[in-house]
């Protein structure tokens, strides 16, 4: 079996499909460019499956070089036998093969290793094969002078078979899997003094199955235990274990026996439960890490995606109460215009009225079209202060998620973006630009930092990182990007890009005074062949020379769309603004030696989304107006609120008063609901009632269900 055959038994993909994919990723081609114009060739897998696909090809990979390591290292040792290396190389489990190395791995000097020095390997052969009635007689043989008695050889003996039944591998194997299927995990509470002790009191004295223990709550109990809050075991009843040793182990009942069950409970506790207790706990860890960077990357996604008010004029408002309220002017590029600082929330009643007639006249002078309003401190006492204004246009006013604007105000992308400004007019700059456009906007803040996963901190960060810009180049590629507008920030993460090929395409923009064509792409310094190749399609460029430039079909399908259009006797422009003649066409009829039914008809699909932002348009929203702060909060409101935050255990709501509610898992609908993302998304306007209420502890019970 090869590696092709080992990824598709483990991800019950095709053979051809794998090996399709594996061989465009060695030609050098991106995920999203695959999942999009590679259809024909991979069966149409998304870029989960290709991700996928990627990532257990370099697990083998990895795992091919780990096995030439240890053959190498054993072979030195001159201990590899054709056995041994006939198991190494068949061996394709991470986990066996660090088994079957284990007795040639280098480590301190155990009681084993003193027991050998002093000639007692011998003995412990011999007790091994059981077939001694008289051990005690058998062991006055190797008395020396290094060895006092015969009990001191019988327990070195004891402490060499414990070495040799610790790292036998098929012991190993059968006593993970007990652990795996059996294992119980237990805390005890300690007495270490902790700010957060309250936090974890459920888990004071706590015991579950430890297969059965959810993603959350393992997460919570290594952060306490991290903390030294609790203390965690995590094993099967030792008896099961003993029971499961003896049965692989002792064949007999005499003498020898009986030392041999000795060095096997010695076996189990001083090397065995060790080692597999560790090991289970650091997968339950891992597989902890997995889900908890899987809702994060969901959540991301969503976010990322939220709807885009589009090209218009932003008034853009970071609010506070006594250092007043940043404002900004946006053009429709997003450019800053105009910046000052309001006080609506003073205590003079001049300072008030003065601050009505700024934001009235900021509105006339630079023909605003939106208000965009940051969620923090202040943003609800500053939205009511706006919508008292009479205005002489037509003005919306929009709450903006501010979570990450303090992050970018302070980072060298807006300090490099607004070298003259401080980080406050930064800060509002950011909130009118994500009502403008999020994606575009949220690039440029680690995800880390926007506040939509759950134990971040906690988990592995080089899988969170590289899960979540894999999850900002996925979307990037999704939504594409106007050639003449976005940042390098925002081109770096379309496909067959990166950074110094953004920064070399933004040069070359401003050289040119912006880019007529996709095709004058080629003449961007360092940008070859396969990177147009790869990013072309994922590149738009408004009110371009050739209208296929401003729509998501690749460069290498034009003469297929053109065909079409000769076929209808229609220019390009008017094949594409026509719906009823894209539905006529057939795709079989325009299938060649390229181009496949499937790609042709991902050609029509694109087609039809011309001029569609497939992020939706941005809706409209109010809180409560009764509610400012938790205490105005009673049981049974209904309310309407924003899903802030989703985790295995429910979607958090922010209903205005910057206490966010949770809405457990089994209130989220009238039916049993698995995974939360079935059934909320993040930002989703929502209705909630209010099941309790915990001003001191600052909880909020809500229900979506009960709401309906």
Known sequence: ?????????????????????????????????????????????????????????QYYIDLSKRKEFILSSINEQNKLDDQLKERIENCWDIKELEDLYLPYKSKRKTKADDAR?????????????????????????FVTGTVASADEALQGARDIMAEWMAEGPQLRKSLRNLFQRKAILETKETKTEHADREKFRDYFNYQQESSRIPSHRMLALLRADKEKIIRITCRPEEEDALFLMERLLIQANNEA?????????????????????????????????????????????????SSPLGAKRILGIDPGFRTGCKTVCLSEQGDLLHNETIFPHASSASERSKAMSKVSQLVEAYKIDAIAVGNGTAGRETEEFLEQIQYRRKVSIYSVNEAGASIYSASPIARE?????????????????????????????????????????DIGQKELQESLDNTVMRVVNQVGVDLNTASSHLLQYISGLGKKLAEEIISHRQAIGGFKKRSELMKVKGLGAKAFEQSAGFLRITQAENPLDSTAVHPESYPIVKSMSQSLKLSLEELIKSKEQLEKIKAKDYINSSFGEVSVQAILEELKKVGRDIRGAVKAFSFDPRLRKIEDVQVGMILPGIVSNITNFGAFVDIGVKQDGLVHVSQLANRFVKDPLEVVQLQEQVRVKVLEVDANKKRIQLSIKLAE
């Not at 990824?7 to 061989?23: G, P």
């Not at 020095?117 to 062991?139: Q, T, V």
């Open 117 to 141: 020095a002093k000639g007692l390997e011998p003995l412990a052969g011999r007790l091994m094969k059981e077939d001694l009635n008289d051990a005690e007689s058998f062991a006055q043989q």
């Open 257 to 305: 026996s009986k030392q041999k069950y000795l060095a096997l409970e010695d076996a189990y506790k001083r090397l065995l439960r060790p080692s597999l207790e560790n090991e289970l706990l650091k997968d339950l860890k891992q597989k902890a890490d997995k889900e908890a960077i899987a809702v994060f990357a969901k959540n991301l996604e969503q976010l990322l995606m």
């Open 1 to 57: 079996m090869n590696n092709t055959e080992r990824i598709s038994r483990d991800l019950a993909i095709k053979n051809h499909q794998v090996d399709s994919v594996l061989e465009l990723f060695k030609e050098g081609a991106t995920i999203p460019f695959v999942a999009r114009y590679r259809k024909e060739q991979t069966g149409g897998l998304d870029e989960i499956a290709l991700e996928a696909i990627q990532k257990s090809e």
């Open 417 to 457: 973006e607004f070298p003259n400004y401080d980080i406050t007019v930064r800060g509002a700059v950011s909130i009118g630009r994500r009502l403008m456009d999020p994606l575009a906007e949220l690039v440029k803040i680690d995800p880390k930092s926007i506040g939509v996963g759950q134990y971040q901190h």
